[in-house]
């Protein structure tokens, strides 16, 4: 069974505080990897797709990074804006290659 | 931009109540979902459609329907509304393929409260 642990739960940062956010999975054939941005009270917004150790993309000051066992998104110099849930998700190959395996989600609170 | 929308942003429904929550997606996605999310669960899938008429269960199906008769609209129905149903529900749709893993693009949500 396909599984995504995400860490820490909540994370408080000062502005300009660079930091990172973890996610470990566990899945029989990576066909991808998902973060999403969830603000309070509305859906999931799609940030990146990785489909590859080593792999790498950027967003403005967020950049996501791809090992066989854990991805990474790191924050650069946050903003108070960058407050929200940050959501990882995996799908497989195989079986039911619609699905996704979602993490429980890491709280971001940057501070002013 | 693709765009999800869904029906209501907070609904309010008596237990025993049959329950409607409608999405439409304007990107001409083969693939629709239904989640529902909850503090400590995280997003659980409810049901899946990959084409016209065409579903799956999810994880989480027990006390759900749902119906897509137009390639851009899918329903989610509560036969029963109970208490434990009490949710935000989220619509998302993606396209398909072969190939590389999609992105899902998710509606605002609504939320559910049944009394």
């Known amino acids: 069974e396909d599984q995504v642990t995400q860490s820490p739960e909540a994370l408080r940062l000062q502005e300009g505080e660079s930091s990172s956010l973890n996610c470990s999975y566990t899945v029989s054939g990576l066909r991808g990897l998902f973060w999403y941005r969830q603000d309070p009270g509305k859906g999931p917004e799609f940030l990146f797709t990785?489909?590859?150790a080593g792999e790498e993309k950027e967003k403005e000051r967020l950049k996501a990074t791809l090992t066989k066992k854990e991805s990474f998104l790191h924050i650069t110099a946050p903003k108070p804006e960058d407050s929200a849930t940050y959501l990882c998700?995996?799908?497989?190959?195989?079986?039911?290659?619609?699905?996704?395996?979602f993490g429980k989600g890491t709280l971001l609170t940057v501070n002013p | 931009d693709v765009k999800v929308t869904q029906s209501s942003r907070y609904l309010v429904k008596r237990t025993g109540e049959k329950v409607f929550l409608e999405c439409v997606q304007d990107m001409d996605h083969e693939n629709m979902f239904w989640y529902r999310q909850d503090p400590g669960l995280g997003l659980r899938l409810i049901y899946f459609?990959?084409?016209?008429?065409?579903?799956e269960k999810g994880d989480i199906p027990e006390g759900y329907s749902v119906s897509r008769e137009k390639k851009e609209r899918f329903s989610l129905i509560l036969e029963s509304a109970s208490t434990n149903q009490t949710s935000m529900y989220l619509c998302?749709?993606?396209?398909?393929?072969?190939?590389?893993?999609?992105?899902?693009?998710f509606g605002p949500g609504t939320r559910l409260t049944v009394t």
């Open positions: 459609s990959y084409d016209v008429k065409m579903k």
């Open positions: 990785l489909y590859s």
């Open positions: 998302a749709s993606s396209t398909s393929g072969q190939g590389e893993a999609y992105e899902q693009y």
């Open positions: 998700a995996v799908q497989a190959w195989g079986g039911s290659n619609y699905k996704l395996t």
